[in-house]
């Protein structure tokens, strides 16, 4: 791992994983008192003087390291550790040895077959977590083959995430896996971490990439896919809109929320945007290569226009229009996430939604005030109209004129 996080609870401190690491396994278990927990894919050590001692054998290891305190203030998330997220606080339940001393338990008595190194002070629940399999040869290969054809870095990453998840689930190099591997990979998926027919169809993608185009294996490309679920996009009302932005005092986070549901940006254009591709004169925003790398133009509303006028001034803003940290890079996608997530927490809305629902919001407030189904289709960059045409459904510009039922309907039932 390229970063440890040790978090400093009142009686325990624990060290999560989010990838393999032998070096970094074979560290901790010489340390004694430690636990291995399974479940969480974490190391816990029982806080006491020598707890202390732990970022120092991290630095004597050249291994950066990050020590936080219970007591900081602020709620602290870390994302990425075996696809969960970690809150703090959590709550720590101490491992105690059962009366036969191969075996553990915990507060709930469940005995835990013991299978750590052999030291007395030293135990795991649950076996090591499989080792990466992954070659670091066909890493190297399958980078170059994506970086060649200019793909995103975000596609780049998501591509070798799924290939390395695929070798180290079955436990086999890629020069022996069959066409039948890949079935039970997916049904592992679907059954063990309940993906959705989208993620399953972008592992298939990335599967069939690597062993269709670095390992030349035609049998690979034949495996069936999942049908998308077809789900009708979330949309928030006129009134919602107006409270989520009237209760978010921040000016950087204020303007962020209003282009993204004004001018229909995706979450990754918002945070990619320039003072320069504001263009105020025209009333136009630019957006440079959107997804799929392609440009198009976007209208800017006459608020949001006064808005950035004095938000550049302000803040002085000369490249990045919401400079993140450092200020010489632009803000990150999950920060603009974490800002939509407070503030609809705040506006007290209950929707499971995500700041891309401001987004189809956008679409559908057009839709439902007359706008052309195509001019919507340029301003959101959607390739296909048959994409923009699900707007339709949640849009009430045509349902507002049905009386459901009819009055002369319920008049009859009520005098029978």
Known sequence: MEVVYLFFESDAVRIPFYDYDRRLFTLLSAQGNGVWNNTRHEFVFKRNENSENLSRIFRDASIPCVQVEENTPGLFRIFGFFERSWEKPVTFFPVKRDANRSRLSDNSGIPVEFSGPSKSNFTMLGPLPPPEIFPEHWRIKLEAELRARKYSPRTLSTYLYYNRLFCRTLQKIPEKIQPEDITKFLA???????????????????????????????????????????RLPMVLSKTEISAILSMEKNPKHRLLLMLVYSSGLRVSEVVALKREHID????????????????????LSEKAARFIT???????????????????????????????DKAIRRAEI????????????????????????????????????????????????????IQSPPRCLILKCYRK
């Open 188 to 230: 592992f998926m679907e059954k063990e971490r309940e993906y959705s027919a989208s993620s399953i169809n972008l592992a298939i993608s990335a599967i069939k990439f690597f062993y269709g185009n670095i390992l030349k294996n035609e049998s690979i490309s034949e495996q069936q896919r999942p049908r998308n679920d077809k």
């Open 280 to 299: 105020l004169a025209r009333k136009v925003i630019y957006i440079r290569l959107g997804k799929g790398r392609k440009d198009r133009c976007t209208l």
């Open 310 to 340: 004095e938000y550049c001034a302000f803040y002085g803003i000369k490249t990045w229009l919401f400079p993140g940290q450092p200020a010489t890079r632009p803000l990150t996608i999950r920060s603009a996430q974490q800002i939509f």
């Open 350 to 401: 209950t929707k499971k939604i995500s700041i891309h629902c401001l987004r189809h919001t956008f679409a559908t407030h057009l839709l439902e005030s007359g706008t052309d189904i195509r001019y919507i289709q340029t301003l959101l960059g959607h390739a296909n109209l048959r994409t923009t045409e699900r707007y339709t459904h949640v849009a009430r510009r045509s349902v507002l004129r």
